[in-house]
């Protein structure tokens, strides 16, 4: 099953969000947003600065050229300087049906990038080690758990 470049995007967003505003010195706890399962939260080391420039970097390069210059400033507005929805449709002028044109749009283009850049899965990007795989076997009729493969950078 392969993902999606603009689902590939969400989850980049969403650690770039918590990078971002780590960085910054903003809590990361907003009691009005749900919990999400999917949102992981490096260090604020230097990896974090350079995955914040990743990340635009994919935005500005998935927007380049004249055609594009609208759904830039939308994404640097919204999607880099982490404007809320409100002001920033305000701000561009646009209609919600348009938004959401542009958005789809960016989110697939800077997903692409993303993907290609390997800013996703967060996880691969910084490096973090996985668990070995753990495969079972059976034994004479018993179960045992076994561990195949090694640790993975």
Known sequence: MSIKPSLAFDYAWETYQAVYENSQGIPLVDPTKAASDHVWRPDGGPRAAEYIADFTICCNRALE???????????????????????????????????????????DRAGKQVMMRGLFPARAYFGERTRPRRAAQIVSGNIHVAFSGTLQK
């Open 65 to 107: 050229g004249p055609e594009w210059a609208s759904r830039k400033i939308l994404c640097r507005l919204y999607y880099l300087a982490l404007t809320p929805y409100e002001q920033a449709r305000h701000f561009m002028g646009i209609r919600e049906d348009v938004w959401v044109k542009w958005t789809e749009e960016i989110r």
